[in-house]
């Protein structure tokens, strides 16, 4: 049960944890986000298993994540304003070919960021030429053209 509880507890950490660092840690990962996930992986390992590595108790730990996950995606169904909480909503960073700069940062993006989804996705090369850049749910970009 110990191992159970401990798996509910890293659950909620890890979302609050991810929800202060933003959608943005999710979006693209350079070498150093690449590297920090692997040591919270492993962090993560040992405060979840604790001294015993059992194949029981790991199967009891990832049927507790597996069950938290799927309480929260009910939960998000029934609670609007935990899936407000918890997800956020998409939100515009670009208008009309003028970036939004508080929006920008309260993302930690910039202008940089924006333009390089927009050469990538659509063949934009300047910021004029993008009516909305939108900041999606799951830390996606999308560029929707003049």
Excluded: H, W
């Amino acid at each position: 049960m110990d191992a159970a509880l401990r798996a509910a507890a890293m659950y909620v950490a890890l979302i609050i944890l991810f929800k202060v660092a933003g959608r943005r840690s999710l979006v693209d990962l350079t070498t150093f986000d690449f590297v920090l996930l692997l040591i919270i992986g492993e962090a993560t390992q040992q405060a979840l298993l604790g001294d015993d590595f059992s194949f029981t108790n790991a199967v009891l730990v990832i049927a507790t994540l597996i069950a938290m996950d799927i309480g929260f995606t009910l939960a998000k169904q029934r609670l609007r304003s935990l899936t407000r909480l918890l997800d956020n909503g998409a939100m515009i960073l670009v208008e009309n070919g003028r970036p939004l700069k508080a929006r920008l940062a309260k993302a930690r993006l910039t202008e940089a960021d924006i333009l390089e989804t927009a050469r990538c996705s659509q063949g934009v090369e300047r910021m004029e030429d993008i009516r909305f850049a939108i900041l999606e749910r799951n830390g996606s970009i999308s560029i929707i053209r003049n």
